[in-house]
């Protein structure tokens, strides 16, 4: 299918309650640290809103966003992420004890392997621990290995556990080419409305100052969250695809 047939379908999904959406407790993938800002704030601040609030957790350790920085090297960007990442969830009202990070090496999440299966085990531990039913992650078609990776990964905690519901949030997705063809059949899925949160999702954005061009100042080719996409990110709807 054409992206932009997707995408409109997308933007027709139907507008759903959270309770419908997601009922009961949700565990949230994010592929590094700022696609759970991205894709998800408004919906993490409605589950918090609700009295359950979500377990989010890092799949990666995000230290590639800047790799011709001689004073950011991969160790301290990584911490330096993981707290942007505390600080964004700090913006949503997430308790520090629902923020987890796997910590595995950015654009290098494994798709099998011992590792990755390791990552699976963990992340379904967590979700029993905190009684949750929904796992939520990356659109397949988010352009970046990374979440595709996650995806899998949410592929196989469907094999194991065919009682989780898996849904699909689109972060990359959203900026494909219209004209590009995918292989995908027509989605199904609804839309959350987060208008009320839209406040909180943009400072929970605007904390991972090192992907908004804040931070490292020595990697001229370093990553910076284009305006497009920040744009798409703002929208007074999240979208979640059914799986
Ligand atoms: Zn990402």
Request: with cysteine.
């Amino acid at each position: 299918m054409r992206v932009q047939e997707i995408l409109e379908s997308f933007s027709k999904f139907p507008v759903a309650s959270f309770e419908k959406i997601a009922p009961g407790s949700s565990l949230i993938l994010s592929p590094h640290p700022d696609d759970e800002s991205l894709g998800c704030a408004g919906f993490i601040a409605t589950a918090i809103k609700q009295g359950c609030p979500p377990v989010v957790v890092i799949v990666s350790d995000g230290s590639a966003s800047h790799p011709g920085s001689h004073l950011w090297p991969p160790e301290r960007l990584a911490s330096c992420r993981q707290e942007e990442s505390r600080n964004a969830a700090n913006a949503l009202g997430l308790p520090s004890d629902h923020l987890f990070f796997s910590g595995l090496q950015d654009s290098a999440v494994p798709t099998a392997g011992v590792i990755f299966e390791q990552t699976v085990r963990h992340i379904l531990e967590l979700a029993a621990q905190y009684h949750c039913q929904n796992i939520l992650v990356p659109w397949r078609h988010d352009p970046h290995c990374d979440h595709e990776a996650v995806w899998i990964m949410g592929q196989r905690i469907k094999a194991l556990r065919p009682d989780l519901r898996i849904l699909a949030y689109p972060v990359w997705g959203l900026t494909l080419p219209p004209e590009k063809e995918i292989e995908e059949q027509m989605p199904a899925g609804w839309r959350l409305n987060v208008e009320a949160s839209l406040p909180k999702k943009r400072r929970a954005i605007e904390a991972h100052l090192s992907q908004r061009g804040l931070v490292v100042k020595d990697d001229p080719n370093g990553f910076v969250l284009p305006e497009h996409l920040l744009e798409k990110m703002l929208q007074p709807y999240e979208i979640f695809i059914a799986s």
